[in-house]
């Protein structure tokens, strides 16, 4: 079965503290991986996807295919970067439709 | 237009009563997605156009949901005889052909917020 599991809920870090946000999928075949981010009132927007291995906003994120892992990362938190993270997965043919995770909300205090 | 345009923002309606959720893609994008977000989940897909073809509705989660994008721009999600748990955010995304979303990606309009009562 397809799907993305974001274990967390909730991760509540500190400004200047390094910031992991998991995410670990199912699917038989390559997936394309993506993460979107959602900031308050805002709408959901691309983040990083993990073709391009590119590094936005100082986050990364590499694809473990061994250990079916795509986490976020980032070294030094920043308060802006509070927001809602979703994990996502493409398919590779036929829709290219998503399977989302259920999210984790990053709060980082000052 | 600059981005993907979805109308109305928000959306009351009476158990029972029919709507129409309308989304407007960025001019070009060939690919357009309805998603589906309940409080406290990710979006979960209901159907994809490409063009005016819709190529798959495998998410419509009954034959109350109705959807089209017939002259291949504009696309309108209907639902009929709302019940309560079709109160949820509804997303459009719409995308360069579907080969290249691992390329580009989605990107997604603000949102619908429905809520039955």
């Known amino acids: 079965a397809q799907r993305v599991t974001q274990p967390e809920k909730l991760l509540s870090v500190f400004k200047g503290a390094p910031v992991e946000l998991k995410c670990n999928y199912s699917?038989?075949?390559?997936?394309?991986l993506f993460w979107y981010v959602q900031y308050s009132r805002q709408r959901l927007q691309l983040l990083l996807r993990?073709?391009s291995r590119e590094s936005i906003k100082g986050f990364t994120a590499d694809l473990n295919k061994g250990e079916t892992s795509f986490h976020l990362k980032k070294p030094f938190a920043q308060e802006e970067d509070s927001a809602m993270y979703y994990c996502a997965l493409s398919t590779t043919s036929g829709t290219y439709k998503y399977i989302f995770g259920t999210g984790t909300r990053l709060k980082v205090l000052a | 237009g600059a981005g993907v345009s979805q109308s109305p923002r928000y959306k009351v309606a009476k158990r029972g009563q029919d709507v129409a959720l309308r989304c407007d893609p960025i001019?070009?994008?060939?690919?357009l997605f309805w998603y589906q977000q309940a409080l406290g989940q990710g979006p979960e897909f209901l159907t994809y156009f490409q063009n005016e073809a819709q190529l798959d509705k495998s998410g419509l989660p009954s034959d109350r949901f109705f959807a089209e994008r017939p002259e291949g721009s504009v696309s309108t999600l209907k639902i009929q005889r709302t019940q309560q748990e079709d109160s949820a955010v509804y997303l459009c995304?719409?995308?360069?052909?579907?080969?290249?979303?691992?390329?580009?990606?989605?990107?997604f309009g603000s949102g619908t917020r429905l809520t039955v009562v």
């Open positions: 995304a719409s995308s360069l052909p579907g080969g290249t979303v691992g390329n580009y990606g989605y990107t």
């Open positions: 001019s070009g994008h060939v690919s």
């Open positions: 699917y038989s075949g390559s997936p394309e």
């Open positions: 993990h073709i």
